[in-house]
């Protein structure tokens, strides 16, 4: 079982960027698609944005134009770099295997890294 472990979250202003790292204890190229979630107190975890093993991009609505997702096999690492941050794109983000993510007892869910944006 491949292991995914979030980091990169921080304290931003409006309008600033920031680039999140998800990192697999083994090899990324085993994951047929990586997804970026995120979730705010109050609310459910909603998909930000996808990448398949094969280079194929999904992003949700809101984010499109504003964030990048993309990834580096040699590093087993997934990223997702977030420009012009709005203080509702605040909460804590987790990266997960998107076909696995809804399955029948599949919770696996690494601690997230917080973004908070906030003048």
Request: net charge neutral; aromatic share 10%; hydrophobic share 35%.
């Amino acid at each position: 079982q491949v292991q995914l472990v979030e980091s990169g979250g921080d304290l931003v202003q409006p309008g600033g960027s920031l680039r999140l790292s998800c990192a697999a204890s083994g090899s990324i190229s085993s994951i047929d698609a990586v997804g970026w979630y995120r979730q705010t107190l109050g609310q459910q975890r909603e998909l930000v944005a996808v990448i398949t093993r094969g280079g194929a991009i999904h992003y949700a609505d809101s984010v499109k134009g504003r964030f990048t997702i993309s990834r580096d096999n040699a590093k087993d690492t997934v990223y997702l770099q977030m420009n012009s941050l709005k203080p509702e794109d605040t909460a804590v983000y987790y990266c997960n295997d998107y076909l696995r993510v809804g399955v029948k007892d599949y919770d696996y869910w690494g601690p997230g890294t917080q973004v908070t944006v906030y003048s």
